[in-house]
């Protein structure tokens, strides 16, 4: 493989864990590459939630701790070396929901942002602020976090509940933490969606750049979200950029999540090849130019190729910064002349 730079501007659609850690993967190959590629991530606000009157931002906060270095590297989510004694108070007091913690260390993010919300701003406002924390003093100004709408859209699921048997909406928050994803699911449901705009920034940062990458993010609940905001598709389609995707299925299952789950809710076959025939070919109004499978899917490609969408079978798994910058690689070797 002829090693590429990236090219002068990347624009990221990220979901949380899965996103940033590709993330990583995108800075680790500018850093090895010695390039000074401008990276704009827009993020899912689908998953965002209100708790004890405060609004949490799971996704744009991952991405945020992790590029930062403040992310508790265990779990995936949530801050290094965090308390949870709030979270005990609050539990010994009986305040509902008690199935979601928010840790001692995280809530001043919280704070700040339902201040500074409250105080009028908007979210994406709201979150280059938070940035000038956690991003400038380790990226510099090469790497712009941006929610995808400013208006609030929550995903709901329409679950079977586990109690009664009957069916009910809940937040996905609900259906992931409390449930783990292990109670039938029937719908996915993104509230405000339909009314939404993209946040200042977003639809220039997907036409005015040099590559679009969708990572191994959930395609129904961190990617489609995005997606779906009015004006954001036509934009991915329409770019002059190439779109590559990485599969976040790799031999007929998800690597982390519940994205198994869901897309059988969608009707997309629990695949590699699946995912990537679900989110099209440009050509055919799709949204890719390009997709990347693991090794073990290599069997996905003739569909892939069959539809339109240049393919290539290379190792997904995240292992560490540098495997990631490698699939990062791979993506430009397979959309980039």
Wanted: proline share 6%; net charge negative; hydrophobic share 45%.
């Amino acid at each position: 493989m002829s090693l590429k730079q990236l090219p002068r501007r990347v624009t990221v659609l990220s979901g949380g864990v899965g996103g940033a850690r590709f993330l990583q993967g995108v800075l680790r190959l500018r850093e090895r590459s010695g390039s000074a590629t401008e990276v704009t991530v827009v993020a899912n606000t689908g998953d965002d939630i209100w708790i004890h009157g405060l609004k949490v931002c799971p996704d744009l906060d991952t991405v945020m701790y992790t590029l930062g270095d403040g992310i508790d590297p265990e779990r995936g989510w949530g801050r290094t070396g965090e308390t949870w004694h709030a979270k005990e108070e609050l539990a010994a007091y009986g305040v509902e929901p008690t199935w979601f913690g928010l840790g001692d260390r995280d809530i001043a993010t919280h704070l700040v942002r339902t201040q500074m919300l409250d105080a009028g701003y908007p979210l994406s406002a709201v979150t280059e602020a938070l940035c000038r924390r956690w991003l400038s003093p380790v990226l510099g100004d090469g790497l712009r976090l941006l929610p995808m709408t400013d208006d609030r859209t929550e995903t709901h699921i329409v679950i079977t509940d586990p109690d009664g048997g009957e069916r009910r909406a809940v937040h996905f928050q609900e259906y992931w933490i409390r449930h783990r994803a292990e109670v039938p699911a029937h719908e996915v449901v993104v509230i405000g969606l339909p009314d939404a705009k993209p946040a200042p920034g977003v639809l220039e940062a997907l036409l005015e750049t040099d590559l679009v990458l969708l990572p191994p993010s959930n395609p129904v609940v961190s990617i489609a979200p995005i997606l779906d905001v009015p004006g954001i598709r036509d934009a991915v389609r329409t770019t002059s950029a190439p779109v590559v995707g990485v599969s976040g299925i790799v031999g007929g299952d998800h690597v982390r999540g519940m994205a198994r789950q869901l897309l059988g809710v969608r009707g997309v076959e629990v695949s590699a090849a699946g995912v990537g025939l679900h989110y099209g070919a440009r050509k055919a109004d799709g949204v890719l130019d390009g997709w990347l499978v693991d090794t073990v899917d290599a069997d996905a490609l003739d569909p892939l190729h069959s539809a339109g969408i240049a393919a290539a079978a290379v190792p997904l798994m995240m292992t560490d910064h540098d495997a990631t910058a490698d699939m990062v690689q791979a993506a430009l070797e397979l959309v980039l002349p």
